[in-house]
Nanobody, 126 residues
Framework: QVQLVESGGGLVQAGGSLRLSCAAS????????MGWFRQAPGKAREFAAA????????SYADAVKGRFTISRDNAKNTMYLQMNSLKPEDTAAYYC???????????????????WGQGTQVTVSS
């Protein structure tokens, strides 16, 4: 079992940056594939980025590639999402997720993840 808590969301102007954090408690964080998803109002939750247990492999949705960077610090049980060049269409609730199994897909579907945080809101004004 792992508990996930996101932080770092807020209101930012277009072109600005934010850094989201996902703090994990519980056992074996370093063995989990981790991911970030986002959900805009009235839309389905969508994949944004994923990172392997070691941090050596990453995957990004086309919409965020080149602007967002996913990383993790296993010593701190924390994952990050650095978001640069933010656009109004990035406005959404951002969720971190953990996959309780080894391997690398990468995993881009919601049903491939076992644990979820409660989300942090990111609002980008134009």
């Amino acid at each position: 079992q792992v508990q996930l808590v996101e932080s770092g969301g807020g209101l930012v102007q277009a072109g600005g940056s934010l850094r989201l954090s996902c703090a994990a408690s519980g056992r074996s964080f370093s063995s989990y594939t981790m991911g970030w998803f986002r959900q805009a109002p009235g839309k389905a939750r969508e994949f944004a980025a994923a990172i392997s247990w070691s941090g050596g492999l990453t995957s990004y949705a086309d919409a965020v590639k080149g602007r967002f960077t996913i990383s993790r610090d296993n010593a701190k049980n924390t994952m990050y999402l650095q978001m640069n060049s933010l656009k109004p269409e990035d406005t959404a609730a951002y969720y971190c997720a953990a996959r309780g199994a080894t391997g690398w897909g990468p995993y881009v579907r919601k049903d491939e993840y076992d644990y979820w945080g409660q989300g942090t809101q990111v609002t980008v004004s134009s």
